[in-house]
């Protein structure tokens, strides 16, 4: 039952019927009562679920990062979910209802700065990777002093390692995998400014084996 504060034409609190009152920051409001109804969703809003459902889990461990290397695309959004719109409309495959992530449309970054030439990953020993690549500083605003963003993702444990910090001009960078020995990971490079106002689109490097 509701109760009524101020008088007849004041607002009020509770049920009345069909109509439901209550108070948000000082407002007094109504809305009416939601009709209880069974609903069966349809076979194009049970595929986006899945799809959702399914992006969220890739990006979620790299969220920290995304917010940095997707903010040229972030506008009046936050950078996981630039990263999310970009990847969820470019980087599914299959069908209902098995979908997958196609992991060399993926980006983990994405802006107009350009990426580095050649880009290559190999196994070492301890379980390092090491990412190469040719320095292409002087071309469209590249810079030797561009800062590299390295990842590594377990799609089995569905976790990711990233790091940045190496140089453009550093032609070389590691990251250390133990955590995932024996698990395939799928790898990616980009480069931001060394302000980190300019970012570049990601290129994805495949992937490999962690020994």
Do not use: H
Not at 112 to 124: E, F, H, K, R, S
């Amino acid at each position: 039952m509701g109760t009524i504060q101020k008088g007849i034409l004041g607002g009020f609190s509770g049920k009345v019927g069909t109509v439901i009152g209550g108070t948000w920051k000082g407002i007094d409001y109504m809305r009416s009562k939601s009709n209880r109804r069974n609903f069966t969703p349809s076979l194009k809003q049970l595929e986006q679920q899945m799809k959702f459902a399914l992006m969220m889990r890739f990006l979620q461990p790299m969220s920290a990062l995304l917010e940095v290397s997707f903010k040229d695309y972030a506008i009046k959004q936050t950078g996981i979910n630039g990263a999310f719109a970009y990847n969820f409309a470019n980087a599914i495959a299959g069908a209902y209802p098995i979908f997958s992530i196609n992991y060399p449309t993926v980006l983990i970054s994405r802006g107009n700065l350009p990426n580095v030439l050649a880009p290559n990953i190999t196994m070492g020993a301890g379980s390092i990777l090491t990412f190469s690549w040719t320095d292409n500083s002087g071309v469209g605003g590249a810079s030797s002093k561009d800062l590299a963003i390295l990842v590594a993702y377990c799609p089995a444990m569905q976790q990711s390692i990233y790091a940045g910090g190496e140089l453009r001009g550093d032609l070389t960078g590691d990251l250390n995998l133990a955590t995932f020995t024996g698990q395939l990971v799928e790898t990616y490079i980009g480069f931001m400014s060394e302000d980190q106002r300019s970012v570049a689109s990601s290129i994805y490097t495949g992937s490999i084996t962690v020994s």
